[in-house]
């Protein structure tokens, strides 16, 4: 199966990516790399995942001058990632600058912007000066990202009806924040089921300690990938 299921590694040490990575294989899921990882075991790890067939999100969430970023996503594409994702509040010299770094390449990278966290709610971005809601600047930020021709955006799954009304349909969703009705919510404030994530319009489906941290992480896995073929069947 093709699945839209990204699994984060939030692991510190490559033991433990390979523990779980070696019971994987390419279609189950792809294969998320944030920024504990990436910075306890660097780019060769990214590179011996991509060899074994995985395509790869590098989530660095790239966030400076326009130079810098554009210089950071090159060096994520010689990589051979298959998403690397910038801010969207950087603006929008910096989005051109990255989309410009990546267009050389044949096979680029997507390149997704961060709206707002999933960590962050209405009194969060009160406190932070935003003036508005999470859902208005999650509405600004991917319409910026769109305007200056970005390929999604990562947004909660409880956004994503809003932005699939207002943008267009090949502009993808990427949703962290999913979990099964049973599951912890951790520090996400603003998480959804991966069947209602779906419904509403995500394209790509986040998920990390539900599966990583659970006593049998495949038969979890493979709980998800079930959710989400009946739903795919459903439509």
């Known amino acids: 199966m093709n699945s839209p299921l990204i699994l984060a590694l939030d692991f510190s040490t490559e033991r433990e990516v390979w523990t779980l990575v070696d019971q994987l294989e390419p279609g189950i899921c792809r294969l998320k790399v944030g920024k504990e990882l990436f910075t306890a075991c660097g780019p060769s790890l990214v590179r011996a995942l991509v060899a074994r067939g995985f395509d790869i999100f590098l989530d660095l969430k790239y966030h400076d001058i326009p130079h810098t970023v554009a210089q ?112 912890d919510r951790g520090d996400q404030k603003r998480v959804v089921t991966p069947v209602k994530a779906l419904q509403d319009g995500s394209d790509y489906l986040v998920v990390g300690r539900s599966i990583t941290r659970s006593e049998d992480p495949m038969k979890a896995l493979a709980q998800f990938n079930s959710l989400i073929s009946g739903a795919r069947s459903a439509v």
């Open 72 to 183: 950071a996503c090159r060096a994520a594409a010689d990589l051979g990632v298959w998403m690397v994702d910038v801010h969207a509040s950087g603006g929008g010299t910096m989005l051109e600058a990255a989309r410009h770094a990546l267009e050389p390449y044949p096979q680029r990278p997507l390149l997704i912007a961060i709206t707002i966290l999933t960590s962050l709610q209405d009194s969060d971005l009160a406190a932070l000066g935003f003036g508005c809601s999470v859902v208005e600047a999650v509405q600004r930020l991917a319409c910026l990202a769109e305007s200056h021709g970005l390929d999604g955006v990562v947004c909660s799954a409880q956004e994503a009806p809003l932005l699939r009304s207002r943008i267009a349909a090949s502009f993808r969703l990427v949703t962290p924040g999913i979990r099964l009705p049973e599951d």
